[in-house]
């Protein structure tokens, strides 16, 4: 397979230039003005940032995409869809209130927003994944497949269960219904070291289906209750928590790239990552920790692939901030270094596979050209 084309710029900007001219000359640069978009519609999928978290995108870059689509006589909307934990976003009416809350509104993007799988998170559409192996289909919000052009607006950061959080993982997970998501997650469900439990609860508090409980002050998981998400084995301090299945996360990475193919096959398709706030967990958390990297710039091709590659190869020769969750982990003078940031973050990662199945499958490739916009 020939190379993508992947397009990058950073974020300085002289006087009398702002980031927001930076990322629509980096976006034309990309191709994006080569999709019809006349008379369509085209669905940005962005995360509009749980309550409390603030490394999410602003809403002036949304704008910016919308506008360029407007530009070409197509008709945008914001959506990404509800989450399989309770949250701020578990249905439409709150999902609507936090991204409004977060600054997300017609008056800000200049679009409207929709939530892509309706009210409950059950409006979805079993779509067929081409050349699936995990997920012969899968159940994406109805109103993304109802769109014309797909494009995908990134905030890409760490991740306590995929490494990071890139365009597969906004597109794959974000995508999904939340009968989809929990197909994802259903290769795993945490257990308990009960030795190492310490009672502390915070398992408790970070799991979004009442799933934790304790007896003897040691915690104890409901299986009929446990969606497999993995958020308690982030939030231990004390390694009580764990996954059993050790290939669970590579599972959940896998499935998350043909979710990626089912969302854009047969479609046009165009992609944007802003590699900023660079925090070692998802957006989905209720709180943002310390950027682990600097900001480093932002990336668009019409390749999510090459576009992921790209961005991790470009956070990987980064250097760490000492005082983040990278920094801390690397000073420790027992730390066993896996000389990859994402890794050294989040140890039970395997953030490879989800670029690997992505290529296996016909999605996109690794291997990209990179150019730089000024």
């Not at 990058?8 to 629509?24: A, I, M, N």
């Not at 978009?37 to 704008?63: S, T, W």
């Amino acid at each position: 397979m020939e190379k993508s084309m992947v397009y990058f710029t950073d974020f300085r900007c002289p006087v009398g230039t702002s980031q927001l001219d930076k990322l629509k000359k980096l976006c034309v640069a990309a191709g994006i003005k080569d999709i019809d978009m006349d008379g369509k519609f085209v669905a940005i999928k962005m995360h509009f940032g749980e309550l409390g978290n603030l490394a999410f995108l602003r809403p002036n870059y949304a704008k910016a995409v919308a506008d360029l689509c407007k530009e070409q006589g197509g008709m945008p909307f914001l959506t990404d869809c509800n989450t399989l934990y309770p949250g701020s976003r578990k249905n439409a009416l709150e999902h609507l209130d936090c991204a409004n809350i977060n600054g997300f509104n017609t008056i800000s993007t200049g679009c409207q927003i929709i939530i892509g799988d309706g009210l409950r998170g059950t409006d979805e559409v079993e779509v067929p994944v081409v050349n699936g192996e995990y997920c012969k289909t899968a159940y994406i919000g109805h109103a993304i497949m109802d769109a014309d052009i797909f494009i995908s607006l990134t905030h890409f950061k760490g991740h306590e269960a995929t490494g990071f959080g890139g365009a597969l993982k906004n597109i794959g997970m974000g995508c999904g219904s939340r009968a989809g998501k929990m197909q994802q997650h259903a290769s795993g469900k945490p257990a308990i070291h009960t030795e190492l439990c310490r009672g502390c609860r915070r398992c408790a508090k970070e799991c979004g289906s009442d799933a934790i409980t304790y007896v003897d002050k040691k915690a104890v998981i409901d299986y009929d209750k446990c969606k497999g998400c993995g958020r308690c084995i982030g939030a231990c301090s004390f390694d009580a928590v764990y996954n059993p299945n050790s290939s669970a996360n590579e599972l959940l990475d896998r499935k998350m790239a043909e979710y990626a193919q089912a969302v854009c096959h047969g479609r046009p398709c165009f992609h944007i990552s802003l590699v900023q706030d660079i925090s070692p967990n998802c957006d989905c958390h209720g709180e943002n920790d310390a950027p682990i990297l600097p900001d480093i710039g932002m990336f668009a091709s019409f390749d999510p692939v090459a576009l992921d590659q790209a961005c991790a190869d470009a956070c990987l020769k980064a250097t760490p901030i000492a005082d983040s969750q990278l920094g801390e982990h690397l000073a420790e003078p027992d730390w066993h270094c896996h000389h990859d940031h994402f890794k050294d973050s989040n140890p039970n990662i395997e953030w490879k596979a989800t670029l690997d199945q992505a290529e296996k499958i016909g999605l996109g490739t690794r291997q990209y050209e990179l150019k730089r916009i000024k």
